[in-house]
Each structure stands twice: as structure tokens, then as C-alpha cells.
T-cell receptor, first 116, second 111 residues
């Protein structure tokens, strides 16, 4: 158990709909990352937040948005869903700024999104 | 952000030692080298991290030469359950660092 909690574990929705994925980072971790992994595809970095602020943005579509709340949990909002958005969405967290030992990120178990 | 290059796939047999090499020619002074393992439909899992020379833990060893332009993950006596994708990441984990995973190395352990 990495300590990163994601909900829901599975979600089936229709095209055009909007969903919200939730992530609780490990206790003490200030940084949250979101990744998308389609079937047999690599991990696509979407976005990173650090202590409530957006830190880095990757290949995140305009239909997707995220935020990190004061209690450090994060939500990934996916709207106007398309069939191609079906994927496993991972959240990860890290301490960030641990210069004396690098920085390791810890992944949750993911949220399976199926768009039909 | 240091770019990494790994073999796309490797095959091995049970009980053998597997070495996966990652090239990172433009590694920066403050960068650490971290390896992750991912099983199908699961989140990547931290395996080992190092800065220089050799690091060993209960599951793997990491060899880093003096110039740090490459690193080798060594898995002793692999089993079928070690079949997974292995990712090499290089970075300092500080402000502005984002963790972009490459395609990784798909290791298949055969009986």
C-alpha cells in the first residue's frame, strides 16, 4: 500500500459526460501528480500540483482540469468525455524538495474510466 | 530534464540475473536516478534510487559508474512474478521537476 488513495476505482460513463476523480496523497506529501495510461500505452504525465499551486503541466487536454485543495487532496475533472478518454488514471504524490535524497513519487492504484 | 534511453524489451529465464541499463548522458549534478516497476493495471512502484556507485536493497541493486551517464538495474535470480515494465527516471525532485516516464523496458521472464 503506497498510502495514495484514489476514488472511484472503476467508473463507466457515456460520451459527452463529465466525471471527477479524487486523490488523497500520502500523509505529509505536498505534491500531487496526475497521469493517464491507455491500454498498452505508456504513462502520460498530465499535471502536477504543489501545495495548492499548479507546478507543471504536461499533455493535459483543455477538456481536463485539476486542482489541489487546502487539505492537499486533488481532483481531476474530465469533461465532454470521448471514447478515447477511456484509460487508467493514476495519481501520485511526493514530498517535493527533498534535496538530500532525490524525490520519490508514490502512485495510487488508479481509477479505471470507461467511456461508452 | 535529463533524457533517458532504455531497451524497449528484454527476455530472461527464471533464476537468471537480469541487468537493465539506462543511458542518461546529460544528467545534472543534482540529479538522482530512480527506478520504478509497473505490473499491468497497477501503479508504478518504487524499486531503488541512487546517486553514485552502488546501491543495494532487498529487491535489486543499482550500479552507477563514476561519470553517471548511465546506470544499471540488476535483478538477481528473477522469477515469473518479475515480469513487468521497468522505468528509469532521472531528476533532482526539486522545484520545477516533473516526472515524465519514458516507454520503459518490458521484461518478460520465461519458465
Amino acid at each position: 500500500d503506497s498510502g495514495v488513495t484514489q476514488t472511484p476505482k472503476h467508473l463507466i460513463t457515456a460520451t459527452g459526460q463529465r466525471v471527477t476523480l479524487r486523490c488523497s496523497p500520502r500523509s505529509g506529501d505536498l505534491s500531487v501528480y496526475w497521469y493517464q495510461q491507455s491500454l498498452d500505452q505508456g504513462l502520460q504525465f498530465l499535471i502536477q500540483y504543489y501545495n495548492g499551486e499548479e507546478r507543471a503541466k504536461g499533455n493535459i487536454l483543455e477538456r481536463f482540469s485539476a486542482q489541489q485543495f487546502p487539505d492537499l487532496h486533488s481532483e481531476l475533472n474530465l469533461s465532454s468525455l470521448e471514447l478515447g478518454d477511456s484509460a487508467l488514471y493514476f495519481c501520485a504524490s511526493s514530498v517535493e524538495g527533498a534535496t538530500d535524497s532525490g524525490n520519490t513519487i508514490y502512485f495510487g492504484e488508479g481509477s479505471w474510466l470507461t467511456v461508452v | 530534464l535529463a533524457k533517458t534511453t532504455q531497451p524497449i524489451s528484454m527476455d530472461s529465464y527464471e533464476g537468471q540475473e537480469v541487468n537493465i541499463t539506462c543511458s542518461h548522458n546529460n544528467i545534472a549534478t543534482n540529479d538522482y536516478i530512480t527506478w520504478y516497476q509497473q505490473f499491468p493495471s497497477q501503479g508504478p512502484r518504487f524499486i531503488i534510487q541512487g546517486y553514485k556507485t552502488k546501491v543495494t536493497n532487498e529487491v535489486a541493486s543499482l550500479f552507477i559508474p563514476a561519470d553517471r551517464k548511465s546506470s544499471t538495474l540488476s535483478l538477481p535470480r528473477v522469477s515469473l512474478s518479475d515480469t513487468a515494465v521497468y522505468y528509469c527516471l532521472v531528476g533532482d525532485g526539486n522545484y520545477g521537476q516533473n516526472f515524465v516516464f519514458g516507454p520503459g523496458t518490458r521484461l518478460s521472464v520465461l519458465p
